[in-house]
């Protein structure tokens, strides 16, 4: 008898163990996105070539070449040109300012709207750097929430371990990644 009971309780405690071991796991790979402590903004501004974003209402229009401009404005505001090509083949593009949200600049809020009206209540956007290698190369941009994501690199390309590497962070951070669009690039 008292084996039966033992085998009893310990398949009832391998049982909870490894229901719960799926969750500790869960609860200690993923957390809510968090932007890193500071970039270095003068190494960070130039342009960036988006290697994967997840889909949203304002690149429903691009199909090719998305890229991301940044320069420093004289305020100390961030200057933002993204284009991209469209399904007729044409350079579609949009101009914005961002606004650091921290002494390290690596939260910003960006409007896309006219000069005049970007003092109006929420139409900023996040922008997030969530990750970006120590020479500048590829960056993860996202924010608060797992809503928006972009993969930027330098170079129009990057090889599939640093892709992977970015998307384990997104992961980490929440994001689907099974609905990242690779971006076509062509013009480089």
């Known amino acids: 008898m ?16 490894s229901l719960l071991a799926p969750l500790s796991t869960y609860a200690e790979t993923t957390t809510k996105p968090v932007a ?3 970039i270095d903004i003068n190494k960070y501004v130039g ?3 988006e290697i994967a974003h997840l889909p949203m209402f304002f690149q429903r229009n691009c199909i090719a070449n998305t890229t991301a401009t940044y320069s420093i404005n004289a305020d100390k505001t ?3 040109l993204n284009s991209c090509t469209n399904k ?6 949009s101009e914005g300012v961002a606004y650091p949200q921290n002494e390290g600049n690596s939260k910003l809020e960006v409007s896309f709207l006219p ?35 972009w993969i930027l690199s330098r170079s129009p390309q990057i090889d599939q371990a640093t892709y992977n590497s970015y998307l384990q962070t ?18 480089y």
């Open 115 to 149: 000069s005049g009206l970007r003092w109006i209540p929420f139409t900023k956007g996040d922008y997030w750097v969530l990750r970006v290698d120590p020479d500048y190369q590829v960056a993860l941009v996202g924010g608060p929430s797992t809503e928006y994501l």
């Open 2 to 17: 008292k084996l039966l009971f033992k085998s009893i309780v310990m398949s009832s405690s391998l049982a909870v163990v």
């Open 36 to 38: 890193v402590d500071a």
């Open 88 to 93: 007729k083949g044409e350079v579609i593009s």
């Open 78 to 80: 961030v200057g933002v």
């Open 47 to 49: 342009k960036w070539y």
């Open 170 to 187: 997104a992961k980490h951070y929440g994001y689907d990644v099974s609905k990242l669009i690779k971006t076509t690039q062509t013009n």
